[in-house]
């Protein structure tokens, strides 16, 4: 089946560039997603990226996306104390019945970002 | 506009007890999704609805997990005779069409305890 791995923790001092993580398994992935969770909030899409493509930039958010080592990464520039939350990486998976597209998670990679 | 909203935010259950989840999703939005996370971990998608069709129930983890949905509104998530690996936050997400890849918006959860 299909598998998301990240690593758990990651430590930057504000204005830094963060560099978050993730390997899948899934090689039929169509899309694969960051999303961020703050505490006590449900979870914001921040980015996502075609399998086809191998980079994405968005603002400070720039996706790297290796299909055939199956890795993605998100790295955040100028890292800020409001960007400390839990990052995950999720790819679609399997479709459903009916239509639509389960989303299969990391575990999340937990960002504090010092002063 | 408003966002997915669930509730209770926070449900404490002695074993053995149902309880009930409720989700209420982005008005328009026909495909409604649950999850749940369990701590430390990523999300694991339990079930699927779109529209008027069948879900997709291929992640409930067992029978004493179900889950309804009134037409194209809320939905309630089910668990009976709950156990303590049943703790988790429990996250619904909703989607304005089903092959939309990338517009699964989250609510904040229930985070359920099992004592």
């Known amino acids: 089946g299909e598998d998301v791995e990240q690593s758990l923790f990651l430590s930057v001092r504000e204005g830094d560039s963060s560099v978050i993580n993730c390997t899948y398994t899934?090689?039929?992935?169509?899309?694969l997603y960051w999303y961020k969770q703050e505490p006590g909030a449900g979870l914001q899409l921040l980015t996502y990226?075609?399998?086809?493509?191998d980079m994405k930039q968005d603002q400070r958010l720039t996706v790297l996306l290796n299909k055939k080592d199956k890795h993605l990464s998100l790295r955040i520039a100028d890292t800020q104390t409001g960007d400390s939350a839990i990052y995950f990486c999720a790819e679609s998976g399997a479709g459903l019945t009916g239509g639509g597209n389960k989303l299969t998670f990391g575990t999340g990679t937990q960002l504090k970002v010092e002063l | 506009g408003a966002g997915v909203s669930q509730s209770p935010s926070n449900k404490v259950t002695e074993k053995g007890k149902d309880v009930e989840l409720r989700c209420d999703p982005i008005?328009?939005?026909?495909?409604l999704y649950w999850y749940r996370q369990r701590l430390g971990q990523g999300l694991e998608f339990l079930i699927y609805f779109q529209g008027n069709s069948a879900p997709d129930k291929s992640g409930l983890p067992s029978d004493r997990f179900s889950a309804e949905r009134t037409g194209e509104s809320v939905s309630t998530l089910t668990i009976q005779r709950t156990q303590q690996e049943d703790s988790a936050v429990y996250l619904c997400?909703?989607?304005?069409?089903?092959?939309?890849?990338?517009?699964?918006?989250f609510g904040p959860g229930t985070r359920l305890t099992v004592t």
């Open positions: 990226i075609f399998s086809n493509m």
């Open positions: 997400a909703s989607s304005s069409r089903p092959e939309s890849l990338y517009e699964q918006y």
């Open positions: 899934d090689s039929s992935s169509t899309y």
């Open positions: 008005s328009g939005h026909t495909a």
